[in-house]
């Protein structure tokens, strides 16, 4: 069936979606054809007084509908645009463009069919909005206004529910009462909420029950089922379902996972593992160490599972004290005084202990606390020595003499051995050993004499070890206090720089002097000042004491002059008010001075006067060079001295060793002893001078009155050794002998040698058939080796 409607803008569209129709068009009817007719063609409004004629209603066809995810082979038609001005002769074309114009939807320019080639889903883009316009097909021109119109994608239900904020995770206290929310869990559709129960989304638990339950429509969770336990079971996973459709066959759902986690409550109160517990103390435990740890145990956490502990009973109230660990919750038991085994051997607690935190609605189960007896055995420890008073004060006159009693001190074995006790002092605390102190009766003297100036209080540690056991050692502590005595006179406070002006009036103070004393009067101190006989009668100053420890020194007279005398010394006698009194005589001096008007010093003393006696500063730094030059040359003509007295020392950088000398001349043989006596290293029982000069000859004694032994004598090499270092200190240590280059030659090889002895000496106990008669022909230089080597008798050469 078709219908013919006019329509906005000159255009109309024939659409094969359902349209909603005003009047005689029915739902459901398909229009093949809508023709647009021009404004002058529309139906003019009736002439007053005739009778109006009825005209159909208009179509609305500004928008299109086109279903999402068409999965067709061929473009999917949409509708047709048509105008009153085509009458079929083809003269007009028709134009589409806006969102997605020749890109998804194409127009057929003869025609008007609209087709979409792609695939469209709504989630992406809901509707697009598009502008047709009929143009002639010669000059292209516009034969009608432009317009505008809207294709919407029509939803079908392809999205299944999805859980943004999943998965959850959810805590609800445990023994919560059914019904208690836990979590909200929330499932979003991508379909058209408006369009059919596409996005109408129901939710329902599929894992979780029955402790769990979800409300279909708000996704709340809640629990189902009364008193879950904690302790029990802490953690549930929960799997939560949300199906479009409103729950309907055929919808499309999505799950999600819901971690519920029950936290705790005090449900729990504590409980001791045993009803009794028992430990050792030793009786030197110190005060505030722990003596022993004991735990309530509690199911519950955080803090639920905080405790409380406390003595309610037992003999051992005031010794011992009980608190809680903030850690590990255990009480802890402390000592609060000294133990004595001998006083008291064992000790007995009853301790509560109970939650910190209670929750009244679990009040009703019971108290939460419980008790346990702890009983605490004193264990016996050998013990030092304690001293009756840990801290000993004692005073000292530092006029005592060396022996005097200071005081006693006592200690005792606590220990029912009651072991002797013997008294130290640590010497590390009287380094200096000022004092002594009996070892028996713990008297405490003076060793030395005291000064309370230099050391006022004394701090010394006091041992006292047993007799019987001395790794038993006690210490205690002696304050001795240094009692003062007037042993100090009195001096000037600080070193004065008096001076008087040339312009001085008589009776003008000049000066005001004070005193200070070593010494520390109980009263304090009062000094009493005065000029010394000598100088009472002088008529230049005097001295007045101002009874306040000050004195003032005034001029007697007028007209001082630098070039008279430039400086005058004053002694003045100071006396303290010690008994006996103490005084000293201190000297004032006070120069003369040229002033100003104001009484400032310009020029004072000897230096001033020569300025003003015409010399200038140039003549006096002439004569300070002069002074310095005069001063140079004698320290030059002293250094020169002293070095021309030093001995010949080679430099310490030159080793002798390494050096080379030659000599041109020839020795003078075995007959030549002037350099060094050959003898003397033959013989090792020769006397030895600690002293002696390598470079002088040493004087032997005759070593052999008749026949010397033979000289094939194995050397002892400690003594040979000995020997050469004895002479090699000599020559290190001797300042005045120069270390002349010499050839030294000895006359042992040394044991061990396999060739034994390489000395020509040797050849005369040997039956050598060489012949050495050709040394006479040598000259008298070889003569006395022609008298060794040659025929005569070889006994013969050491003969008296």
Not at 409 to 438: K, M, Q
Not at 689 to 703: C, G, H, I, M
Not at 767 to 782: A, H, I, K, V
């Amino acid at each position: 069936m078709s219908r013919s409607c006019s329509v906005w803008g000159g255009l109309s569209i024939v659409t094969l979606l359902t349209l909603v129709q005003w009047e005689s068009c029915c739902w459901g009817m398909t229009l093949n054809s809508v023709q647009l007719h021009p404004a002058s063609s529309r139906p003019a409004r009736a002439e007053a007084g005739t009778v109006p004629l009825r005209h159909k209603r208009n179509w609305v066809w500004n928008q299109f509908f086109v279903l999402e995810e068409y999965t067709g082979d061929d473009p999917l038609y949409v509708g047709k645009l048509h105008s009153d001005v085509d009458k079929g002769e083809g003269r007009i074309k028709y134009v589409l463009t806006g969102e997605g114009a020749t890109t998804i939807f194409t127009i057929d320019e003869n025609t008007g069919d609209i087709h979409a080639t792609k695939r469209l889903d709504r989630e992406e883009q809901a509707y697009y909005t598009l502008r047709a316009q009929a143009r002639d097909r010669a000059t292209n021109l516009p034969v009608e206004p432009e317009s505008e119109f809207v294709i919407k994608v029509q939803d079908i239900n392809d999205n299944e529910p999805k859980f943004p904020d999943g998965p959850y995770q959810a805590h609800v206290p445990e023994m919560s009462p059914v019904g208690t929310s836990v979590v909200e869990v929330k499932a979003t559709d991508a379909d058209d909420p408006t369009y059919g129960n596409s996005a109408r989304v129901v939710y329902s638990i599929l894992e979780g029950q029955p402790y769990f339950s979800v409300e279909p429509k708000t996704g709340i969770v809640r629990t189902a089922l009364p008193n879950m336990d904690r302790e029990a079971r802490d953690q549930y996973l929960l799997v939560i379902q949300a199906k479009d459709m409103g729950g309907q066959m055929g919808g499309l759902s999505g799950t999600t996972t819901v971690t519920v986690t029950l936290t705790d409550v005090n449900d729990n109160p504590p409980r001791f593992s045993r009803k009794s517990y028992q430990f050792a103390v030793p009786e030197s435990l110190p005060v505030a160490s722990v003596v022993a740890k004991i735990k309530a145990l509690d199911s519950d956490v955080g803090a639920n599972a905080e405790m409380e502990y406390r003595i309610i009973e037992g003999d051992g109230l005031g010794v011992f004290r009980v608190e809680p660990d903030a850690d590990t919750q255990e009480g802890v038991i402390s000592l609060q005084k000294n133990l004595d085994f001998e006083t008291k051997s064992s000790y007995t607690l009853k301790i509560e202990a109970s939650n910190k935190n209670i929750d009244p609605r679990f009040r009703a189960q019971g108290p939460f606390s419980d008790t346990a007896m702890v009983k605490l055995v004193v264990e016996n420890v050998d013990e030092p020595p304690v001293f009756s008073s840990p801290i000993s004060r004692m005073s000292v006159s530092e006029a005592a003499k060396v022996g005097t009693i200071i005081g006693t001190v006592s200690a005792l074995d606590p220990d029912s051995t009651n072991s002797p006790i013997r008294y130290s002092i640590d010497r590390n605390t009287d380094l200096e050993r000022f004092f002594n102190i009996e070892a028996a009766t713990g008297v405490i003297s003076t060793a030395k004499p005291l000064d309370r100036e230099v050391n006022a209080v004394h701090n010394i540690t006091i041992l006292a070890i047993e007799s019987l056991d001395p790794a038993q050692v006690g210490k205690g502590i002696a304050l001795i206090t240094v009692m003062d005595v007037n042993d100090n006179a009195p001096v000037f406070a600080i070193e004065y720089e008096t001076f008087v002006c040339e312009t001085a009036q008589p009776g003008q103070v000049i000066e005001t002097i004070s005193a200070v004393d070593k010494d520390e009067p109980p009263s304090g101190h009062r000094f009493f000042f005065s000029l010394t006989a000598e100088a009472a009668g002088n008529h230049n100053f005097t001295l007045r004491d101002n009874k306040d420890n000050t004195a003032s020194v005034l001029t007697k007279r007028g007209g001082f002059q630098r070039r008279e005398q430039a400086m005058y010394r004053l002694p003045v006698l100071i006396v303290d008010s010690g008994s006996p009194a103490l005084s000293s005589t201190n000297t004032l001096s006070i120069r003369v001075c040229d002033c100003d008007s104001d009484g400032t010093p310009q020029a004072c003393g000897t230096e001033a006067f020569l300025l003003s006696a015409g010399l200038s500063t140039g003549a006096l730094m002439a004569i300070l060079a002069c002074i310095l030059t005069l001063l140079v040359l004698v320290l030059l003509i002293v250094t020169v001295r002293r070095r021309k007295k030093e001995p010949l020392i080679l430099d310490e950088d030159r080793d002798v060793r390494e050096n080379i000398v030659r000599y041109d001349d020839e020795g003078g043989g075995e007959e030549d002893t002037e350099a060094f006596d050959m003898v003397a290293l033959r013989n090792l029982n020769v006397a030895r001078d600690s002293k002696a000069r390598r470079d002088v000859t040493p004087e032997v004694p005759t070593l052999y009155c008749s026949r010397p032994p033979p000289y094939k004598i194995t050397p002892d090499n400690g003594i040979f050794r000995d020997f050469i270092w004895d002479r090699l200190k000599d020559a290190d240590v001797d300042p005045s002998a120069p270390p002349y280059d010499s050839l030294q030659t000895y006359a042992f090889e040394g044991s061990g040698s396999v060739a034994e002895s390489l000395s020509s000496l040797e050849s005369l106990s040997t039956d050598s058939e060489q012949s050495y008669d050709y040394l006479s022909d040598w000259g008298p230089r070889f003569k006395k080796l022609a008298d060794l080597y040659g025929h005569n008798d070889s006994s013969n050469i050491f003969s008296s």
